[in-house]
């Protein structure tokens, strides 16, 4: 049984498809009052400021990031809760291995977003180890589905070039066309929570895990997306911010200890998820034309 909480309204297939509730992550009294009533045994915590948003408003981003995790360790440890937090590629930074990035190697990201998953793995361990708290983390690639629209970080172009070209033939990119970052479709991020979630503890070498499933620059994205719409114009205006935090992150990412402790495996590749996001996103606009 799962309850799906936000601060912001769900769409209809969010709010038609189980149970949604109000719950901001800064009301301490209000989560404990959602795990007592409900006897929630498993926490995904998702909230979060993303990297370019935290670059344009700091304190906020410092508040949902980082006193958000401590309200959402705290919950999770008073109540044995199994914990879920994502990290992230923004984990790293300018002096981190790039190509390929290990799991555990220097970590000195520049950007808020950046500082406060590293601050959340660490807590995350520290409280495993100090009190127990069965603590879960993967350190997710740019994530790309068709289901939302993108919140505000640096890999947002591979998400918005989909919309673009399906609705108008062009789409300007904020990034460098060689700029190589790792990503992800969404099945397979939601496929390795779940995976390492329901992983027997013994089999855990560590808390905090990278995955993989590929890598690609704008201009590999665009080649593929053509190969759907061979009209689509492309043009580059890169965003200083975005660049300049897209150059520190990783462009590879190693994640053999996912391979080897829990059995990750992708199943897509660039051209899969091309198809997919196309089959996806071309038939939900051919409903819309209809209507
Ligand atoms: N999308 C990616 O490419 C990606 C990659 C790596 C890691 N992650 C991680 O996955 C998580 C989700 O990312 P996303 O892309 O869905 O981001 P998003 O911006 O789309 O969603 C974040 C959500 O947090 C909610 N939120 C903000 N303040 C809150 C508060 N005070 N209380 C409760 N909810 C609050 C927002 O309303 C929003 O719905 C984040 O922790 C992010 O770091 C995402
Ligand atoms: C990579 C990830 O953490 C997020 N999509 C961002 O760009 O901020």
Redesign the pocket.
């Known amino acids: 049984n799962v309850i799906l909480?936000?601060?912001?309204k769900p769409p209809d297939d969010v709010f038609y498809n189980g149970p949604f509730i109000y719950?901001?992550?800064?009301d301490y009294k209000n989560l404990r009052e959602i795990v007592v009533n409900n006897r929630i045994t498993w926490l995904f915590h998702?909230?979060?400021?993303?990297s370019a948003v935290g670059e344009a408003n700091v304190p906020l981003a410092r508040a949902?990031n980082i006193t958000?995790l401590h309200n959402i360790l705290d919950i999770a440890a008073e109540h044995s809760l199994r914990l879920f937090v994502?990290?992230?590629?923004?984990a790293f930074g300018p002096t981190s291995p790039r190509n390929p990035t290990p799991d555990l190697c220097i970590q000195r990201p520049r950007t808020i977003?950046g500082v406060s998953?590293v601050h959340a793995e660490l807590m995350g361990e520290y409280y495993h180890y100090r009190y127990g708290l069965d603590f879960r983390c993967l350190r997710?690639?740019?994530?790309i589905s068709a289901d939302?629209q993108p919140?505000?970080?640096t890999?947002d172009y591979a998400v918005q070039i989909f919309h673009d070209a399906i609705k108008n033939g062009q789409f300007q990119c904020n990034l460098k066309s060689d700029t190589r970052l790792p990503m992800m479709y969404i099945d397979d991020c939601l496929k390795a929570t779940l995976a390492v979630m329901e992983a027997p503890a013994a089999s855990l070498s560590m808390r905090t895990y990278n995955i993989s499933a590929m890598s690609f620059s704008p201009e590999e994205l665009v080649q593929e997306v053509k190969k759907h719409i061979p009209e689509l114009q492309v043009t580059y205006n890169v965003d200083a911010v975005r660049q300049a935090i897209a150059d520190s992150w990783p462009m590879n990412f190693d994640d053999s200890n996912a391979r080897r402790d829990w059995g990750w495996k992708h199943d897509f590749d660039l051209s899969e998820l091309v198809t997919t996001m196309f089959n996806i996103l071309g038939s939900d606009s051919r409903v819309a034309q209809i209507n």
Request: neutral net charge; hydrophobic residues 30%; aromatic residues 10%.
């Open positions: 909480s936000d601060i912001r719950s901001d992550i800064l998702y909230s979060a400021l993303l949902v958000g994502p990290s992230t590629i923004g977003y998953k997710y690639p740019g994530i939302s919140g505000g970080g890999t």
